[in-house]
């Protein structure tokens, strides 16, 4: 092993000082390690790959000294998994289950015997990868799946080009799927050729090791890195020029605002096709219903979707078990020209519906075809990445992290087909061993033990003026139960605030933000368009973006009057147009919450022009109820009143208007407002939230034209 730092294809992050205050600890030594190694996406991607190490630990029955293996446990990630995210294992009891072992028709019942094998019960549950650490004898082992690698992997002369470039310092195991029985020819592999780094799997990844924490690092690093050059400047062949990369050019992208224009107009289209109208209709039922999206033109993927070798590409799927596992089989190839009119909805669904209908078949021959007679049943026959030549790619999945990760798997496909073309042919596996791997019952096991969706997961909505106030509270509901959220505002510094607070709460992948002003149809489109970029399409709109004015008819001014109704009606109209034909163009149903006011029934002083518009919104809902049902669209409102906590509505003399009004001083509002309820109780920001939820949450799923009072009890504003 070399001692150079100096790496161009992997990123070399040791820090000695850091790693010197560890000293001593080779599980927090371990968890450093695997951190490094899952910050660098080209050494494995999310929730891919395992480490492990091995030291001396007192029993905690006999209080001798026992070796212990750590290895990253099921389903976590190496760049944010901690201490807790190990298995812990006695070495002795996980070699002794060599000898129980019945054979390969029976390996997946080793993994419940490997809970006999705890050390720490309170550890993660130990993966399928458990034995193939357990039984190579070192001390620090790194299971990755670095795209430079499984390009060798995944090529047709793989074996020979990992014995010629590493001079037999690599070892290499023909595919086979991971368990205790991949375990033992690893340690036969090096049994065979003692003295070897690494060994190489065919079609799979890299096992490197090393006697510390560190040489296992630089192992990894090393050798990763030599496969990347190659792969960089490979030998020219025999007798002839090296081709293109996959072929050559076929086709030229658009330009970067063209792409963008027709990603976010085909989006909803893709996200109507790949989800099911029958479960969304039926929110309670269990089932799977609407798919999240996620967009992307990558240089690597247009290089890819644009070549003359996507053709055939394409239909071989992926090789490694990482990779398919989150982006099925293989992909679906849109028939779209990249001078196609996508805005022409139905032109457009009359010609990918054949392609829709043919993936399907498609995999539901390849289920019945390799089923076997415990296999689970099949799961969506509907496509996860979906490409578009000259445009991008599109991916669907159940949520927004999900289908995002299965983006970033796919390009990594990509980057092995384009590696393993340089050097000699791409070859991807079996169809029965790619669906054993998809449909094993350890697999499925995993999938069974996955929380629940959440009420709202699934769903995209946009709430209009959700950077604060009542607007902010729904927003923050609906994350909470599992939506997506378009944060929108009028005032950008407002909008950032909001959205750093989102992702805080959050994380990275439930919101994203645009500038909307309701009165401006240019900036709607704009906010629309990005929804659809950044999750596919939308579902819910709720309009709560407002302004308050509260003056006598003698003192309101024209100006006052145009600018209410701009904001509330002609906003809520917009609004409103432009989410359904959005929705029309998912035709998976969707809903329309505005949000009133007890106002809009309630006659009082000092309000002819905000409670006549209020009453306009009013009864826009009941007209939008009246014409979109039959497009499965509830349109339904809810009516607040005196919600002063963090509510923009008593800024702009509001406040003081209304305390006049009532012959009292703003100060005393609140507790006037509360006293006057038949519940004595002050309406807060969430109070709304709640309400809106209802609408959504599944329970009354067959509701609309409805309006939903939560004012405390306000006599005067019962509906008649």
Known sequence: MSTTKQFKHVSYLWDEAKAAELAGDEVALLVYRSN????????????GGNTSCKAIAKDPLTGKDTEVMWVKGSGGDLGTMKRNGLAALHMDRLLNLKSIYRGIEYEDEMVEL?????YDLASKAPSIDTALHGFLPFKHIDHLHPDAAIAIAAAKDGKQITKDLFGGKIGWVKWQKP????????????DENPGIRGIMLGSHGLFTWGDTAYESYMNTLEVIETCAQYLDSPPAPKGGLRRETFGGQKITSLSKEERLAKAAALAPILRGFCSNADVLQNPLSGGRGAMIGHFTDDDRVLQFINSNDLDRLAPLGTSCPDHFLRTKISPLVLNLGTE???TNTTAVKEKIAPLFEAYRKMYAEYYNTCKHANSPAIRDAN???ILYPGVGMFSFAKDKQTTRVASEFYINAINVMRGAEAVSEYTSLPRQEAFNIEYWLLEEAKLQRMPKPKALTGRIALVTGSAGGIGKAIAKKFAEEGACVIINDINEERLQSAMEEFQKLFGRDTAAAALLDVTDNATIEKAFAATALAFG??????????IS?????????IADWDKLYDILVKGQFLVSKAGTEIMRKQAIGGDIINIVSKNAVVSGPNNAGYGSAKAAQAHMSRLLAAELGGDKIRVNAVNPDAVIADSNIWAGGWAEGRAKAYGITVEELPAYYAKRTLLNETILPVDIANACFAFVGGLLSKSTGNALNVDGGVAAGFLR
Do not use: Q, W
């Open 383 to 385: 496509p996860v990445i």
């Open 537 to 546: 399409g939308v579902d819910i709109i709720v309009n709560n973006a407002g």
């Open 179 to 190: 368990g205790f029985d991949l375990g033992l020819l690893l340690k036969e592999c090096l």
């Open 114 to 118: 490997f809970n006999h094998c705890i």
């Open 36 to 47: 490094l190694l899952g910050a660098d996406l080209r050494l494995t991607n999310y929730g």
């Open 549 to 557: 004015i509260s003056k006598s008819i003698t003192d309101h001014s």
């Open 340 to 342: 196609e009119d996508v």
